[in-house]
């Protein structure tokens, strides 16, 4: 099963595409995340990290943590972006 909520979520933009996604808890941890991730990434390609609230679809995986399956507020579905719900992704 999969549920619909905006999260923090810590993003990578590679040549100015999502490359990669990882839900937080708190904005804190998330900048946390973002600052290491910063200093380690050895891409060689222009990256970007950013924390943001996104609407995701979360599913559970087989312990029963929540993960990010997907970004679903987009550029083509840029409708998504008004829902105001903030949520913490638990897991």
Sequence with gaps: MTVEMVCITLLLYVNGVVESHVGHHKMVDCLK???????TYDGGKPF???CQKRLVEVGKDD????????????????????????EKLGG
Excluded at 33 to 39: D, I, P, Q
Excluded at 68 to 80: G, M, Y
């Design 33 to 39: 995340a973002k600052k290491v991730s910063e200093k």
């Design 63 to 86: 312990k029963g943590n929540n993960y990010i399956i997907r970004l679903l507020d987009t550029e083509e579905n840029p409708r998504v972006k008004s829902k105001s719900i903030t």
């Design 48 to 50: 970007r990290f950013t």
